[in-house]
């Protein structure tokens, strides 16, 4: 049967803690991925809110949301700025309401895109500390890291740290590796702490 692949098994956590008309966060837009899965999770009632810096990557977001022509998906909002700036983007009736906020980092997957465009340690840990503020009791925000890419490694033990130091009373967070491969994807996960 087979451990199941990383992106599964975010989406696997997210689609577990995420209810219907929920609001989610694809902090990193790429090809549409998680942001049409988000908006199928949450459906009609939930709203998505998807952040890139490339509009290539938004224009192929909409192409896939466009393709679902479905009256049981979640609207988008689709932003062309980093996720770092995403707190500030959420109404503010949203903020600590926010039931799942999705990472995919490194670069744009597309075949013409230019990979030398990656997410950066700095604005990636800016944009997970506004995560902690954005999320519910009990929301999950979930990392897919590629130490594989130039600057990738980099970014993936930045996060790792990052993860490390949060204190247990604001998010309880795990990791989700490959040991035999260190420079496959990876994941990790925080959950959002119930106030005591």
């Excluded at 997210?14 to 989610?24: F, H, K």
């Excluded at 590796?177 to 959950?191: C, D, H, K, T």
Aim: proline share 7%; charged share 20%.
């Amino acid at each position: 049967m087979g451990f199941l692949s990383v992106l599964s098994f975010a989406h696997k956590l997210v689609s577990e803690r995420l209810q219907p008309g929920d609001i989610a966060v694809d902090a990193t837009a790429g090809t549409g991925a998680d942001t049409l899965f988000l908006a199928r999770c949450i459906g009609p009632k939930g709203s998505v809110f998807a952040f890139d810096i490339q509009e290539e990557a938004l224009q192929l977001t909409r192409q896939r949301l466009n393709k679902e022509a479905s009256s049981e998906v979640a609207s988008v909002s689709l932003h062309l700025q980093s996720h770092e700036d995403m707190r500030g983007s959420i109404p503010a009736p949203y903020v600590g309401k926010v039931g799942a906020i999705m990472f995919n980092l490194g670069y744009l997957p597309a075949d013409e895109a230019d990979k030398t465009i990656i997410t950066q340690p700095e604005t990636t840990i800016a944009a997970l500390n506004g995560s902690l503020e954005l999320l519910r009791p009990g929301g999950i925000v979930t990392i897919v890291l590629y130490p594989g890419h130039p600057g990738g490694e980099t970014e993936a033990r930045t996060v790792e740290q990052w993860a490390a130091a949060i204190p247990q009373h604001t998010a309880q967070s795990i990791l989700y590796r490959n040991l035999q491969r260190p420079a496959a994807p990876y994941l990790i996960a925080l959950e959002r702490r119930k106030p005591i």
